[in-house]
């Protein structure tokens, strides 16, 4: 198996903040890439491996936002966000396969990918394992809602509130006089998978999450 990848990651600190966390609403993953978007851009890529010498291929799509703040002594410490989207492809040519993947999607890119790809499978050795899942023992739709996320990302400004809500709270406990800060953050991210006999499929899910860093305790409150 060889692979190939490349990947991108965004952090912006607490000083200058990009224009769409100053944003009252931020947009979640499926208002930029859903499944429809999701399975047209897979078969594109599926159809082109087949092109390219491919006798099977399935591919993988995955977008991806994080978002966080930190906060200290009643003021903002930093302001992190990212977002990312993979492509990985397989193709196979009788028993042979590569993978390879990227975070540029643009048709050039692509197509140059799948052009190194089947390059790639028709040089590696055999491997009599490889292969897809038989087409019958495949599950198909519709899937049922598992419902494992909102995906409401909360703007900075709700971030900052729940880090400060959660450090004052901490702060509140009889005996704490200083903080080592609180967090706050918020994380989703889908994927979806295709195969060049019929399949498709997504799973996803998003998260809140708020906690406080060990409250520091003066020292006659110890004794």
């Given at each position: 198996m060889?692979?190939?990848?490349r990947r991108k990651e965004i952090r912006r600190g607490p000083n200058r903040p990009p224009a769409a966390l100053r944003s009252r609403v931020l947009l979640p993953i499926s208002g930029r890439?859903?499944?429809e978007k999701a399975q047209a851009l897979l078969d594109t890529v599926l159809v082109k491996a087949k092109a390219a010498g491919a006798d099977a291929a399935d591919a993988v799509l995955s977008h991806a936002v994080s978002s966080s703040v930190s906060w200290?002594?009643?003021a903002l410490e930093d302001v992190e966000r990212s977002e990312g989207v993979d492509l990985g492809l397989r193709i196979l040519v009788g028993k042979r396969q590569a993978i390879v993947s990227t975070t540029d999607t643009s048709a050039a890119s692509l197509g140059t990918l799948i052009e190194r790809c089947?390059?790639?499978a028709k040089a590696a050795p055999e491997d009599p394992y490889a292969g897809l899942a038989p087409a019958e023992r495949l599950a198909r739709a519709p899937f049922p809602d598992l419902?494992?996320?909102d995906y409401l990302e909360p703007t900075t400004e709700e971030l900052k509130s729940r880090a400060g809500r959660c450090e004052a709270a901490a702060l509140a406990v009889k005996g704490v006089t200083n903080s080592s800060g609180a967090g706050a953050?918020?994380?989703e991210g889908r994927k979806w998978f295709?195969?060049?006999h019929g399949f498709f499929g997504e799973t996803g899910g998003s998260s809140h999450s708020v906690s406080p860093k060990k409250p520091w305790l003066v020292a006659n409150h110890l004794r």
């Open positions: 060889t692979t190939w990848s890439m859903n499944s200290r002594m009643g089947a390059a790639m419902d494992l996320g953050s918020y994380g295709a195969t060049s």
